[in-house]
Every structure is written in structure tokens, then in C-alpha cells.
């Protein structure tokens, strides 16, 4: 039982990193010279922030629905998390893929969406699941302002 637990705990971080695979794929092909180009608020970080801030909601995130995962199997939970993982992986082919700001600016809402539902979920199955999501959902309410910003000045 405990080599199938950790074994599903790795085939959920290997899937939840196929969206950040993607999207740095689309990012580092189509971001420049537009992004460059285009008018950014003051306190848009720097690019060097993104990677290890990410890779550090990712891990969490995976093990939260991880957590919830092994103590209650529920499939609509697992649904409910990769629908929200694609919304996540499109917002960069959106964004630096396409240059659709406004657009993907509605997919952060979705994003953000999905995250609250995921949290109320997992706040009834697993507390510690529920507390790993807050930084992701802190992160991403920070980049629908950070888009809409962007959005705003062009």
C-alpha cells in the first residue's frame, strides 16, 4: 500500500508539471520581443522570480490534491483538479502564445475559480491540503492584477 501511495504522489507531480513544461515552452519561443515591447506596471517582478516560485506552487499543489487523493479517492476531486490544471497551462499559450492579454486575463478568473472550489473541497477532506493551496491562490490573485494591469496600460 505505501509503494502505491507514493508511486500515485509521482504520477500526480509528473502530471501537474506537464503544465509548467508547456508553458515555459510557449513562453520562451513567443515571449520576446513583444513582451519587451509592451507597457508594464512598477511592480511587475522580475523574470528570475517566476521559475522557483512556480516550481514551489506546483510541488504544493500536487500534494495537496495528493493528500486528498489518498484519504478520500474521490474522482470528482481529481476531475476538478486537472480541468483546473488545463485552465493553468493555457494562460501561457494565451498570453505569450497569442499576446491575447484580456483573454487571459478571464482564464486567471477561471484559474482562480476552480482554486476556490478546490480549497473549499479540500478544507472538508484534508486541512493541511487546504493550507497548501493558499500561497497558489495568493500567487495567482497577485497575477490577475499583474494581468489586468498589463491589460490596463495597453
Not at 480541468?83 to 487571459?104: E, K, M, P, T, V
Not at 491562490?137 to 498589463?150: E, K, M, P, Q, Y
Request: charged letters at 10%; glycine letters at 2%.
Amino acid at each position: 500500500m505505501t509503494k502505491n501511495k507514493y508511486l500515485s504522489l509521482l504520477i500526480l507531480l509528473l502530471v501537474t508539471f506537464i503544465a509548467p513544461v508547456i508553458g515555459s515552452y510557449v513562453t520562451s519561443v513567443f515571449k520576446e520581443p513583444w513582451y519587451s515591447e509592451i507597457i508594464q506596471p512598477s511592480f511587475n517582478p522580475p523574470s528570475w522570480v517566476f521559475p522557483p516560485v512556480w516550481t514551489t506552487l506546483y510541488v504544493m499543489m500536487s500534494i495537496a490534491i495528493w493528500r486528498v487523493w489518498i484519504a478520500f479517492f474521490n474522482s470528482r476531486i481529481l476531475k476538478l483538479y486537472f480541468i483546473h490544471l488545463f485552465f493553468n497551462c493555457i494562460w501561457s499559450i494565451i498570453f505569450f502564445g497569442f499576446h491575447q492579454i484580456g483573454l487571459a486575463l478571464i482564464n486567471i478568473i477561471v484559474i482562480l475559480f476552480f482554486i476556490i472550489i478546490l480549497m473549499k473541497e479540500y478544507l472538508k477532506i484534508d486541512k493541511l491540503s487546504f493550507y497548501l493551496m493558499i500561497p497558489y491562490f495568493l500567487w495567482s490573485s497577485f497575477a490577475l492584477v499583474l494581468n489586468a494591469s498589463i491589460l490596463f496600460l495597453n
